[in-house]
Structures are given as structure tokens and as C-alpha cells.
């Protein structure tokens, strides 16, 4: 009782948001049921964005640490799945995943995330090369083949699956806000030196950290496999998976919650649009959208958003709420 | 013998170009702390251009250096005046700008390969150059390669004179080893690192230019120039330019020897050596 | 709070109009089965066949739908259309072709939902098939779900039959490691060839080439000297290692089981070497005509000249047959007869296009074979269509064609290795096939 307190907001607007956040899961929970087949496979692909997006912001948008690993979890998490689907089903395949993603993150958390960011990027870049080549060197060494083909799986049944993900994700993420473990993170994230005068095991939390943002993109990966139905180290390992969330966080902002979320939703939409008929510019307005977002959003959609809102409150309601203006700048 | 021989020299001679690529990167990085993921684009379309001039204007390709040398001087110098000033301009702490500005780098890919791809398309292009061999104590040898590294070799000596004995090399050097302590002796810090951003440019058109002679390249290769050489760079040490040379030899000749074993796990072992470096000695060979 | 009460507000309704977006209502029946297998009536009001594919139009592999596949069907689209369109019994009339095709950015995981898009929301009449073998894969399986016939254009496999099993609706149209080794072991045995050295990539194409090669060359006791992997990003290969290699074994074959991207760059390096095998088979991408340019381009030899006795898997030309030679011609006609390298001339229209003496004919049979099979059943069905395809013969540009297994019979293919000569891809096939003989050894490269 005393950790549900703890964890449940409470204030009457957070209950709201929270409120607001079950009819939301509610709503994405019957979802199927009413809508057409292809719209489900698409809502599972937005979701599967927003996950990858919140779990990246979850480790980089409060280190700074950016990480461009996300494809080698998500291709460990497809692989998971290819080898064991035909033996368990699909929500154990994607516990190994998840398991084996938090390992292998610890791992490379433990090499690298003492050292300053950039050697970080640049490992965490390399990684899905050097996953990519040393799992096809293994596959056509050891199976004399190149490709799996994964058992396929009810595209309904892969939304749930998906779904209960972003949901455990979603509570994770607001429990942990609150935690010591999040304001540990935090501080790491403004001021490294500090955090660890202070008494932050700085090495310790952000290893933690990483492994815990590289499960969810394994589970999901490990989802996703089913829906592809084949795959090999070339489709597992796809860079682009690494750009995909980074992108969609920075665009949305990593400040809050709803930034990536926004910018996964938002980017998904574009490209769904974008890859008919303007193929040919889909990779430019792609490179363009991320300079703008860090040259001129440094804090996000989120942030415009939010700011313009200020703005129109403080015309409306002139230094009625002194206090709040104080309280929106510490968020 | 001939094997050690056939290796040895191979392996100078992607030695020199993995120097040369690595080369401009490690400018960028040490002075503008800007890890340029476009930098392997920027060699493309070095290699392009040559491309065009030796098949268009029947020109040799060397003479291609100083039209692709000036148009990505230009084009870096620009980058770093709009884009990356701006950046470094709303960037609360040091650590932030690296970070931010690898995305803005590969925002500068994907806009640069694609428009790449749209002008020439994607195939496999290159053109033939000293197709002949030459014969060195019994091994037989291309022509062209060796010709790649004695030029390679010859740019990578001028840069270093050009750091250690001009007025810009020396500012550029004193503004990689304290910028602050640089501003204050009167080395105009953004335009430094504006011409270093230019020199990186021009580094890869160089690279551009000598590997469209000894090597196919395509709109989509560039990505891989840009892997090759961060993984040069690490390991010599950000940012330190001899590093990157001693580094990039290293590399080629355990390259080639890896290579006569097993074409298809040399980049497993490259990254190997990495992970190594990182967990033995981070700071690279020669880093500071 | 009020900050995070308004973007959940934000968000919420950004998922709600989203979705409203998205779930428009649907003039379709939502019970009834998407695709062809329709048991509805057919719709009198009718205007067109909806042909949905997806191609890779951008990102590494568009060099396929730009050259291979992708150029045919344009040409028999605007050739159906300009004859008013295929009659279809069902609607009583001829129905026009539209084509509908998405770019996957040659990623796997962007193709699957593509189709899934086509077969479920666009419900489009035929499939056409995706770039790659590993696209193959995972669409084959799309295909089936939704019942849609699925015939393959690039990329072929052994490994693909696991698939058809599974599949029956998938048909595997180009020849393969299976159809081409075996031809490949009776030309060595005619021309005395007994040692080989094989390069192979790192991929399903290499690996299952080279498998196939081992175990037929060991039968024919043909020596394998080496066969050596190469990855497939070569920018850290050394090819001087591999040429040099080659020619210190003595091997009379010098095979690459390559793409071009690897294939042009062995070739140059072969040539800058001055190694010259008895027989240079260049595999993948040797059948194509800018091969000749990427190889000469700047070198002042001319581009027939510089493949002289070169071999690849192929292969077809006009004297194959009659019905090769309406193709060449028609062929010919729609793109422009010159079949001048693409690479050395970057700013050539996209009408222009270069023969493919491998794939070209094979992928045209993937159109007379869908459309004689809905002239012959006289409906869009596509479980009727599988039928038919699978128990029938078609008159095609392959003259007689059928299914064996769902895989065309390999006796249907115009040969399966091809050498330059004189600037022509000639068959060089033992047997009646053969168009011209081959020259063996391969004379020395070409100088300027």
C-alpha cells in the first residue's frame, strides 16, 4: 500500500494524467477489435517506435550519453526469436530477449560508459557493424546458410504483445521519475562531476541504465521478427533502426515523456506518407528534419508546445499563478 | 617471402589511404570537436567529380585534386560557418555539442548521399587507371596502388609541414591542444575552426581522388569510408593527427594480413582491436 | 503538472485523430477475405487491374529495379494499356493496368508492411514480387496469408523450396545454383578444365552457388584449389591477396559467385594483374551490357574488346529463338536499341536501359505468364490463377514454359553460361543451346 502511495500522484492534475493514460491503454487495448486489419499492423509499428524512442530518451535524453545501439538490441531481440519461436511462444521469446538484451547492454555499459560520450557513440555505432558481420561470419561458417525464416504470428496477437510492452514500459518510466535511481540519472545528466560528488555511483547508474533502455527494444524486436518472417543479419541489423529513435526523440523533445512519444507518432505518420510518391526525397526531408530538430528545437516539439502555451497563459492569466511559472521551469 | 613481401607492400599501400582518410576526420575532431559522420560522403563525391573529369574531359585524375580539393574546402568551411557555429552557439556544455553534433553530421549524410544517388544513381562506378602490373622481387603488384600510396604518402608529409611551419597550421595546433588558451593569445577560434572543417574537407577530397583510381566506389559507399576511418581515429587518438597516420599503417597491414587469411572477417577483427583499445588504453596510441 | 496534463492532452488526441485518420470507413466488406480469393461477385463498375508491388527504389539495392526487373514492367504496362488492356471474362470487357508501387528504401521490414498495405487496405488484384531473395522470403509467406499468387523476379534460391512447401502460392521464375552448376560441369568436361578457383560472397547467392559448385565438381572431379568468402562492403578488401592467390594455384577456372559490386572491382583488379584464366566466369552481373564500360571506362580499350571471352551466368540472345529475338525487338523498340553502358553516361534518360542477357527474358515471362493465365481462366481470382500456373503450359518469350514444383522447369531456360565475344553474349552451353563455341583458354586482356 505504502509503495502505491509512493508511486501514484498526487496531486488532482496528476490523477488526471493518470486517468488520462488508462483510457488511452484502454483504448489502444480494443483497439483491434474495431479497427481495419492493416490499420493494427500499422498502430504496432507506431507503437514499436514509440517504444524504441522512449527507451533511447529513457539512457541518452537524461545522460547526454547518445547511444546509436538500438538496432544491434532490436537485431538480438529478432534473432532471439528466430531461433527460439519454433520451440516457445512468442510473450517467453520476448522475456529471453529482453533478458539477453539487459546482459549484453550491461556488458558493453561496463566497457565503455567510463569512458567520455563520444567514445561511446562511436562504439555503440560500431556495435551493430560488428554484430551484423560476426553473426553472418557465424551463420554462413558454422549453418552454411545466411537467413532464417522466423515462424509467422497472428499480426493481432503481435499488437498485444507489443501493446503490454509499451504499457509495462510506460509505468516503468513513471515510477522510475520518481525513484532515486531516476534523480541519480538526472543529476548525471547535468553535471557528471557533481553527480559523482555527491555520491552518485556514476559508472554503476548508467550502466544500469543502458542495460534497462536495451530490454524493451529487444522484446520488441523479438516481436517484429514474427512479423517479417525472414530474416538475416543484414535485415536484423539495420542502421537505420539506430537513426529511427533518435531522431523521433530529439524531434519530439527528451525533456518529457510525451516528447518522444509525439515525435515517434508524428515521424511514423510522415513516413507512411512520404514513401509514396516521394521516395525519392524521403531520406533528404529525413537528414533535414534532424538538423533542424538540434539546431533550432533544442528542446523538442515538446518544448515549442510547451513554451507557446506559457506564453498564451501568462497573456491570459497576468502574474495570477507566480508560483507555477517557477514550477514549469524545474520540470 | 613473396607472401610477406605481397603483404607488406598491399598493406602500405592501404595503409597510406587509410591514413589519408582518417586524416581530415581527426582535423575536424581535434580542433572543432565535431565528429563528421559525412565525411566518407564528402570522399564520394570527391570521387565522383574525378570521375566526371576523367570520363567527360579525358583529364588525368590527379589534376581532379584541385577542383574537388577547393569545391569541399568550400563546402566544409560553409558547414561550419551555418550549421555547426549555430550548434556549438546553443550548446550548454562542451559534451553536448559532440553529441549534438554527430546528429547534425548525419542529418549531413543522409542529405548528401541521397542527393548523391539522385544525381548518379547507385551502381558501382569507377574507370580504369595504370591498369598494368609491376613486378617487385618476384611479387606482381598494381601500377596504380602503387602510384595511390607514393601520392598518399606525399600529401600526408605537406600536411604535416603545413601544421608545423605556417601561421595557420601552428593557430590550428595551438587551438586543438587549449582553445581557450589559444583565444587568448589572438587565434580567432570560430574562424580556425571554420578552415579546419574546410582542411577536412579537402583531406577527403584528396582521399576522393586516389581511391576512384585504385578502387570502384558508388553513391553508397560512403558510410563505409566513414567506419574505417573513425576506427582509424580511435585507435591513434582522437583528434591527434600523427595518431591517425601511425594508426591508419597499422591497421592496413594487419588488414591485409587478416585479409590473406580471411577477406570476410576483417572488419570483425578491426572492431576487435577496438574493444581492446577501449578496455586497455582509451585515450588511442598516440592520444593525449 | 499542468505542463505534463497538456502534452498528454496533446498526445491523446494526436493518437485519437491519428487513428480516426486512419480507420476511415471502408466501402469493403471487412469479412470478407482480402485479395483475390474474394467470393463475392465481380464488381461490374470495374476500371482497371490494380498491379501493387513493392520495389526498392532507393537505398542500395534500387540498381535492381533500375535495371533488372524494374524496366519490364513499365514496358508491359504501357504495352498492355496501349492495346486497351487484358480481357478479364468475369467483368466481359478489357481492363487497362495500373500499376501501384511503394519504395521499401531496400529495407526488409519496410517491404513486409508495404505488402501488407497492398494486400489488406489497397486489396490490389496481382503482386508483383519484391528485389532480393531475402525479400523473397519474407514476402512469400505475405502472399500466401492473404492469398495472392506471387511470382519471383530477382533472386532465386535452394534454400527457397523450404519455402514453396509452406508457399504453394509462390512460383520461383529465374534460374539458380541448381539450373546453372550442373551446365557449368559439363562445359569444364568438354573443355578439360580440372582445377578451379572459387570466389564466393558472404550471402545466400554466394554461399549456395559455391555449395552447389563443391559438390558437383567433386562428382566431375573437377579440384577446387580454394574457395574464398568475401564479405559484402569490400572497402577493406584487398583483391590484389585474392588475384594473386588465384594465379599462384594454377587453377584453369576462375570463378566469382559475385555481385557487381564486387564482381566489376575483382575484374579490374584481374585486369590491372594482368591474370588470365583458362575461363573467367564473372557470375552475377556479367550478364549485364554496362559491365563492358565499367570495365573499359578511361582505359582507352573499347568496351568489347575489354570483356573479350569474359563468361557469366546467363544467358539468352536474339539466336536463342524466335521468340527471343520479338523480345530483343520489342525490347529494342520500347528503350532505344543502344545498349551503351549506363555507367558512362550518368545523365542518360530513364528510357534508356541496358540488357540484361540473364535475368531480362525470365523476369518477361512473369507478365505473359500472368496474363495468359487470366486470359485462359478469364478471372482476377487468385487461387484460380495459382492453378492454372502451376498445372499448365504457357507460350512465352521462353518459348514452352512451365512449373515444376512451383520452380520453371530448367529445361525452359535459353542456357545457363554465356561468354563475350565480338560484344555479343553468346551461349556457350554444351548441347543445342549453344549459340556459338566457346574460346577457351580466354585470350589475354585487351590493351589499349
Not at chain 1, 248 to 257: C, E, P, R, V, W
Not at chain 2, 93 to 101: L, P, T
Not at chain 3, 331 to 344: C, S, V, W
Amino acid at each position: 500500500m505504502a509503495f502505491i502511495k509512493r508511486v501514484l500522484p498526487g496531486t488532482a492534475r496528476g490523477r488526471l494524467h493518470l486517468g488520462a493514460l488508462i483510457c488511452v491503454a484502454a483504448f489502444l487495448a480494443v483497439f483491434p477489435g474495431v479497427s481495419r486489419p492493416y490499420t493494427t499492423i500499422f498502430t504496432a509499428s507506431i507503437l514499436m517506435y514509440i517504444i524504441l524512442s522512449l527507451s533511447w530518451t529513457f539512457f541518452s535524453g537524461k545522460t547526454g550519453y547518445i547511444s546509436l545501439a538500438t538496432a544491434a538490441f532490436y537485431g538480438i531481440g529478432m534473432y532471439i526469436e528466430a531461433i527460439l519461436g519454433r520451440y516457445i511462444p512468442l510473450p517467453a521469446a520476448m522475456l529471453v530477449a529482453a533478458a539477453a538484451g539487459f546482459l549484453i547492454a550491461a556488458g558493453i555499459g561496463a566497457i565503455t560508459l567510463r569512458l567520455r560520450g563520444v567514445y561511446f557513440t562511436i562504439f555503440t555505432f560500431g556495435l551493430v557493424l560488428l554484430l551484423q558481420n560476426l553473426v553472418l561470419w557465424i551463420e554462413i561458417r558454422f549453418f552454411h546458410t545466411k537467413g532464417r525464416i522466423v515462424t509467422s504470428g497472428d499480426f493481432t496477437f503481435v499488437y498485444y504483445c507489443i501493446l503490454a510492452v509499451f504499457v509495462i514500459l510506460l509505468i516503468a518510466a513513471v515510477i522510475m521519475r520518481r525513484s532515486r535511481f531516476g534523480l541519480a540519472l538526472e543529476c548525471i545528466g547535468q553535471n557528471e562531476d557533481s553527480a559523482a560528488h555527491i555520491g552518485v555511483d556514476t559508472t554503476r547508474t548508467k550502466i544500469l541504465a543502458f542495460a534497462v533502455s536495451a530490454a524493451p527494444v529487444s522484446a520488441v524486436g523479438a516481436a517484429m521478427a514474427t512479423r517479417v518472417g525472414y530474416i538475416d543479419p543484414n535485415i536484423a541489423f539495420n542502421l537505420l533502426m539506430s537513426f529511427m529513435p533518435v531522431l523521433m526523440a530529439i524531434f519530439g523533445g527528451t525533456h518529457s515523456l510525451y516528447g518522444p512519444v509525439f515525435g515517434a507518432l508524428v515521424l511514423t505518420l510522415l513516413e507512411e506518407k512520404l514513401i509514396r510518391g516521394y521516395q525519392e526525397y524521403y531520406m533528404i526531408i529525413f537528414g533535414a528534419v534532424m538538423i533542424i530538430a538540434v539546431s533550432f528545437m533544442p528542446k523538442g516539439a515538446a518544448g515549442i508546445a510547451e513554451s507557446v502555451f506559457l506564453k498564451l497563459r501568462r497573456r491570459l492569466r497576468p502574474r495570477s499563478h507566480p508560483r507555477n511559472d517557477g514550477g514549469a521551469r524545474d520540470e | 617471402m613473396t607472401m610477406v613481401l605481397t603483404i607488406l607492400i598491399n598493406g602500405l599501400v592501404f595503409g597510406s589511404v587509410y591514413a589519408l582518410l582518417s586524416m581530415g576526420l581527426s582535423t575536424q575532431y581535434g580542433v572543432a570537436r565535431i565528429l563528421n559522420i559525412a565525411h566518407g560522403e564528402f570522399i564520394v563525391l570527391a570521387s565522383f567529380i574525378t570521375w566526371e573529369l576523367v570520363t567527360d574531359l579525358g583529364v588525368h585524375p590527379l589534376t581532379a585534386i584541385a577542383a574537388a580539393g577547393a569545391i569541399l574546402f568550400v563546402i566544409g568551411f560553409a558547414l561550419h560557418r551555418t550549421l555547426f557555429k549555430r550548434v556549438r552557439d546553443i550548446s550548454p556544455n562542451a559534451a553536448a555539442f559532440e553529441g549534438d553534433a554527430i546528429l547534425v553530421a548525419f542529418g549531413v549524410y543522409f542529405i548528401l548521399q541521397n542527393l548523391m544517388r539522385i544525381k548518379w544513381g547507385s551502381q558501382t562506378t569507377g574507370y580504369s587507371f595504370m591498369a598494368y602490373p609491376v613486378s617487385i622481387g618476384g611479387a606482381q603488384f598494381q601500377a596504380r596502388s602503387l602510384f595511390v600510396f607514393a601520392f598518399a604518402a606525399v600529401i600526408c608529409v605537406l600536411y604535416n609541414l603545413f601544421l608545423s611551419h605556417t601561421r595557420t597550421g601552428k593557430s590550428i595546433r595551438a587551438a586543438a591542444q587549449d582553445p581557450v588558451a589559444a583565444r587568448m593569445l589572438g587565434v580567432k577560434i570560430n574562424r580556425v575552426m571554420a578552415i579546419c572543417f574546410g582542411i577536412g574537407g579537402f583531406l577527403a577530397a584528396c582521399a576522393g581522388v586516389l581511391i576512384s583510381m585504385n578502387q570502384t566506389f558508388s553513391s553508397v559507399t560512403g558510410l563505409n569510408y566513414t567506419v574505417i576511418a573513425v576506427i582509424v581515429v580511435v585507435l591513434g587518438g582522437l583528434g591527434s593527427i600523427r595518431g591517425s597516420i601511425l594508426s591508419g599503417f597499422i591497421l592496413g597491414i594487419v588488414g591485409t594480413a587478416v585479409n590473406s587469411y580471411d577477406p570476410s572477417i576483417m572488419l570483425v577483427v578491426f572492431y576487435l582491436i577496438i574493444l581492446v583499445l577501449l578496455i586497455v588504453r582509451p585515450k588511442g596510441l598516440l592520444g593525449r | 503538472m499542468l505542463k505534463r496534463t497538456l502534452s498528454l492532452v496533446l498526445a491523446a488526441l494526436f493518437i485519437a485523430a491519428a487513428l480516426a485518420g486512419c480507420n476511415k470507413p471502408s466501402s469493403n466488406d471487412p469479412n470478407s477475405t482480402p485479395g483475390g480469393t474474394d467470393a463475392t461477385p465481380p464488381d461490374p463498375g470495374k476500371q482497371s487491374i490494380v498491379i501493387g508491388g513493392v520495389r526498392s527504389q532507393s537505398g542500395p539495392l534500387a540498381i535492381f529495379d533500375q535495371t533488372a526487373f524494374g524496366p519490364l514492367y513499365r514496358m508491359w504496362a504501357d504495352e498492355v494499356n496501349a492495346d486497351g488492356g487484358i480481357y478479364v471474362e468475369e467483368y466481359g470487357k478489357k481492363l487497362p493496368v495500373e500499376l501501384k508501387i511503394y519504395d521499401d528504401k531496400s529495407d526488409v521490414q519496410t517491404m513486409t508492411q508495404l505488402y501488407e498495405q497492398l494486400c489488406l487496405e489497397e486489396q490490389v488484384d496481382i503482386l508483383l514480387p519484391p528485389v532480393s531473395t531475402a525479400a523473397l522470403f519474407a514476402a512469400a509467406p505475405i502472399a500466401q496469408k492473404y492469398g495472392y499468387l506471387l511470382l519471383s523476379a530477382e533472386g532465386g534460391a535452394t534454400s527457397l523450396k523450404e519455402q514453396i512447401e509452406v508457399c504453394p502460392n509462390f512460383f520461383s521464375v529465374l534460374s539458380f545454383s541448381d539450373t546453372q552448376v550442373p551446365d557449368l560441369v559439363t562445359l569444364c568436361e568438354e573443355q578439360g578444365i580440372t582445377s578451379a578457383y572459387i570466389v564466393y560472397i558472404e550471402d545466400l547467392h554466394g554461399t549456395e552457388y559455391f555449395t552447389a559448385t563443391e559438390n558437383a565438381f567433386a562428382a566431375a572431379g573437377i579440384e577446387i584449389k580454394a574457395g574464398k568468402p568475401i564479405p559484402l562492403d569490400t572497402t577493406t578488401t584487398d583483391f590484389n591477396a585474392i588475384i594473386n592467390d588465384a594465379r599462384a594455384s594454377g587453377a584453369q577456372l576462375f570463378a566469382t559467385y559475385v555481385y557487381p559490386d564486387q564482381a566489376i572491382p575483382l575484374a579490374a583488379t584481374a585486369i590491372a594483374l594482368e591474370y588470365n584464366p583458362d575461363i573467367y566466369l564473372m557470375g552475377s552481373g556479367g550478364s549485364f551490357d554496362f559491365i563492358k564500360g565499367a570495365l573499359a571506362g578511361g582505359s582507352g580499350v573499347s568496351p568489347d574488346d575489354m570483356v573479350e571471352g569474359m563468361m557469366a551466368w546467363g544467358a539468352w540472345n536474339g539466336r536463342s529463338a524466335p521468340e527471343a529475338q520479338a523480345f530483343l525487338d520489342k525490347f529494342d523498340a520500347y528503350f532505344g536499341p543502344d545498349g551503351q553502358n549506363i555507367l558512362n553516361n550518368p545523365d542518360a534518360g530513364d528510357k534508356e536501359v541496358y540488357h540484361d542477357w540473364w535475368g531480362h527474358i525470365c523476369y518477361q515471362t512473369v507478365f505473359e505468364i500472368i496474363q495468359e493465365a487470366i486470359e485462359k481462366t478469364g478471372t482476377l481470382d487468385n487461387q484460380k490463377l495459382v492453378d492454372y500456373i502451376a498445372n499448365n503450359h504457357f507460350q512465352t518469350s521462353l518459348g514452352d514454359t512451365w512449373f515444376e514444383n512451383n520452380m520453371l522447369a530448367a529445361e525452359c531456360y535459353y542456357g545457363s553460361v554465356g561468354q563475350w565475344q565480338n560484344g555479343e553474349f553468346e551461349v556457350v552451353d554444351v548441347g543445342s543451346r549453344r549459340t556459338a563455341d566457346p574460346i577457351v583458354p580466354k585470350p589475354a586482356w585487351a590493351k589499349p
